[in-house]
């Protein structure tokens, strides 16, 4: 006896929403849901630049702590571009999209560093020599 016999849910071609679906095949949503994730994350991101104007303008903060703060909402604002805007989340169907964020900031750390290392070695080999040797090479 197949199933499709038995469960009048597949048979029906009715979907019960609850059970578990493969990715790329979510249950529809309403444009109500896109529409409000979005103006959140507007409202979220208006906020936190402005926190950072107004952070980096006023004596709000201690002087010397100004750049963690920044750090901070830095952070907070990226975390919300990834989760209102590009939809990053830490369900099963957004395994491959967190893994290829992964991969791509490892990229970017590897890259940035890599430069840094790169010219801090440039800076010391490069460093010039001081005047009285430079005066007794000359003929």
Do not use: C
């Not at 990715?23 to 409202?43: I, T």
């Not at 801090?120 to 009285?132: S, V």
């Amino acid at each position: 006896m197949s199933t499709s016999d038995t469960d009048t849910d597949i048979y029906d071609n009715r979907r019960n929403l609850r059970d578990d679906h493969a990715p790329g095949d979510e249950p529809p949503e309403e444009s109500g849901h896109w529409v409000l994730n979005a103006n959140l994350g507007l409202g979220f991101s208006i906020i936190l630049t402005a926190a950072s104007f107004l952070l980096a303008t006023s004596n709000i903060v201690y002087g010397p702590a100004i750049p963690v703060a920044l750090i901070v909402l830095a952070i907070a604002q990226m975390g919300v571009h990834l989760v209102f805007f590009l939809h990053i989340t830490t369900g099963p169907d957004n395994t491959n999209n967190v893994l290829a964020l992964a991969f791509g900031i490892l990229v970017v750390v590897l890259i940035v560093l890599g430069s840094i290392w790169i010219m801090d070695h440039l800076k010391q080999n490069m460093m010039p020599m001081p005047m009285d040797q430079m005066m007794n090479m000359q003929p």
